[in-house]
């Protein structure tokens, strides 16, 4: 296990291939004339010397092992049905990529996939129960639209699970002076209802917490895979799991994958956000964050084995000099260690 994490943390090291940057909305459009801020995945202009740097990475850094976590108490299981609804969106809005100046994304839509796999295939969730909204399907509307149904028919003993993945918005400082405009924080970046090709719409914390108000169950666990990702706390309440990518005051969250650059042998086949990919595909689906080896991996051993990770990525790019600040935050008011 500490073998693979200090190899999980080097690896991570070549990720810095994709850093992300903040982006506002083209003048004129509907969302910068609002004062909203885009906040989207990006890699950096500058990749020289990329080799260099990962190898003094390993030289200097190679030996640093983070200790695991405590083994905490597993709480209850669920005792009735457990759904879930996953996002992701690689298309938005306009023709270009992130690479070319524009909004769309490469491996969100591989997020969805992930979750749905590990949520079937090791915590055994019935496939029907899992609702995925991709591209053009996740308008704001279809998103509010699957909560609510789902808040008809989820009993007090169930389980949800609800993650995103993709771009998130925020009111500008710089046309909001010190306000959070009518308590929105940050929102996740989708389709308009009228899948508007112009401009996105934005489903603000206010409005997702409002849906989630009053579902029977207290047992929800929600991922947030994107920029300020940390604005989402609000949905925390007793019972409840929020794990989100980065912190929502100036929290960047990044995606890798061979679309930014040329394959490295040594990443395996992370075509992933970042935090999905360790959180998500090694910690819960290929078990490695089982950090007291009884071959049960909760939420909890999984963020605290993606959390060291990211962070040491992150101090690491800020040393030098280039923009990251993922370092993933999760506030947990379930009883004990949930097991999915």
């Known amino acids: 296990m500490k073998k693979f994490l200090l190899t999980s943390l080097v690896i991570a090291m070549v990720l810095m291939a994709v850093l992300p940057s903040v982006a506002y909305a083209k003048p004129g459009d509907d969302l910068s004339n609002n004062g909203i801020e885009i906040l989207k995945k990006n890699p950096p202009k500058d990749l020289k010397n990329l080799g260099q740097q990962i190898k003094d990475f390993v030289a200097s850094h190679g030996k640093k092992q983070y200790p695991p976590p405590t083994p905490g108490v597993i709480g209850p299981s669920a005792k009735g049905e457990r759904y879930a609804i996953v996002i992701g969106i690689n298309d938005y809005p306009g023709p270009d990529s992130v690479l070319t100046g524009g909004l769309d994304l490469f491996y969100a839509v591989n997020d969805t996939q992930a979750v749905s796999d590990m949520l079937v295939g090791v915590a055994g969730y019935k496939p029907q129960n899992i609702i995925v909204l991709t591209d053009r399907n996740a308008t704001k509307s279809a998103i509010l639209n699957q909560i609510a149904a789902l808040k008809k028919k989820v009993k007090s003993n169930d389980e949800v699970v ?11 400082d710089k046309v909001v002076p010190n306000c959070v405009h009518y308590g929105d924080k940050v929102g996740m970046l989708v389709w308009a209802n009228d899948l508007n090709e112009s401009n996105p719409a934005v489903l603000w914390d206010r409005e997702l917490k409002a849906a989630f108000d009053g579902f029977k169950t207290d047992r929800i666990i929600f991922g947030f895979d994107c920029c300020y990702a940390g604005g989402f706390n609000e949905l925390a309440s007793p019972g409840r799991i929020v794990v989100m990518a980065a912190d929502g005051k100036d929290g960047i969250s990044a995606e890798y994958g061979p679309a930014y650059g040329p394959e490295i042998p040594e990443l395996g086949p992370c075509q992933d956000g970042l935090f999905t990919y360790f959180f998500v595909v090694l910690g ?14 909760t939420v909890e051993e999984s963020f605290n084995f993606t959390q060291p990770i990211l962070t040491g990525l992150t101090q690491q790019a800020q040393a030098m000099g280039q923009m990251m600040d993922e370092i993933p935050i999760m506030i947990d008011l379930f009883w004990g260690e949930l097991k999915l």
């Open 162 to 172: 609800f993650y995103f993945s993709g771009h998130s918005a925020k009111y500008s």
């Open 284 to 297: 819960l689906t290929y078990g490695m964050a089982d950090s007291n080896g009884d071959g049960i991996v």
